[in-house]
C-alpha cells in the first residue's frame, strides 16, 4: 500500500459518512413533504348532526381534531380505535387534552339515533362527540376525506345488515386542514407522540 493509498482510503470513507448524514438529515423531510402531498386536495369543512345541535368543522377551529368513522354496531374495530383515541389522550396534560376534539361520524344514521349517539361516545371519552347526517352528507364528506363505507347485508341475522369502512383516524389541524390519517392498530404511546407534534 503505497504512502498516499491510506489518505485517500479515509477521504473516501469522510465522504461516504457525510453523504450518508445528509441522507439521514434531509431524506425523511422530502418523504413526509411527498406523504402529506396526499392530503393536499382531501378534508374540508362539513355540518352533522349531534344530540346539541348542528356540528360544524369550523367551530373546533384552534383545536386538533380525531375524526373517525364508524358505528355503534360495531363489534371490535370501532371500540378499538375510540378506546385508543381516548387513551392517548388521557396521556397529556389536562391543558393539551382539552385541545382536541374526538369525532366519532356514525356511517348506520338508520340505527345510530343521536341520543345513543351521544351515550356510546361519552362512554369512551367525555369529550368525544357523536355524530351523523344523511346518507347524501355522510357520502360527500367521506369523498371529500378519501374514505370509504358500505353497507353489507346479512343473511339469517338479526342486524340485518353490517357497515364496512375506513379503519384510520383523521388527524385535523388547528385551522381545518387535514394533516394525516392513523393507521387502525397504531399504538396508543405513538399516537400520543403524534398529538404532541402538533399541539
Keep these: 500500500m503505497s504512502k498516499y493509498t491510506k489518505p485517500l482510503y479515509a477521504l473516501a470513507l469522510v465522504i461516504l459518512f457525510s453523504a450518508g448524514l445528509l441522507l439521514a438529515k434531509y431524506a425523511p423531510w422530502e418523504g413526509q413533504n411527498g406523504a402529506n402531498a396526499g392530503y393536499a386536495n382531501l378534508g374540508g369543512d362539513f355540518i352533522l348532526d349531534s344530540d346539541g345541535g348542528p356540528v ?5 377551529r384552534g383545536q386538533l ?13 370501532c371500540p378499538t380505535a375510540l378506546s385508543t383515541i381516548a387513551a392517548s389522550m388521557r396521556q397529556l396534560t389536562p391543558t393539551l387534552e382539552a385541545q382536541i376534539q374526538p ?6 344514521p338508520a340505527r345510530d339515533t343521536l341520543d345513543n349517539l351521544a351515550k356510546y361516545s361519552a362512554y369512551f371519552h367525555p369529550r368525544m362527540l357523536g355524530v351523523t ?11 371529500n376525506y378519501g374514505a370509504y363505507y358500505r353497507h353489507i347485508t346479512l343473511e339469517n341475522s338479526v342486524l340485518g345488515y353490517t357497515v364496512d369502512h375506513t379503519s384510520r383516524v383523521y388527524l385535523i389541524g388547528r385551522q381545518g386542514q387535514l394533516i394525516s390519517t392513523i393507521a387502525h392498530g397504531t399504538s396508543v404511546d405513538d399516537v400520543t407522540v403524534l ?3 402538533h399541539l
Design 65 to 77: 381534531v380525531l375524526m373517525y368513522f364508524g358505528f355503534t354496531s360495531c363489534p371490535d374495530v
Design 195 to 197: 398529538l404532541k407534534q
Design 133 to 143: 347526517g344523511s346518507i347524501e352528507a355522510l357520502d360527500q364528506l367521506v369523498k
Design 103 to 108: 369525532l366519532f361520524v356514525s356511517v348506520d
Design 56 to 60: 360544524n368543522l369550523e367551530d373546533f
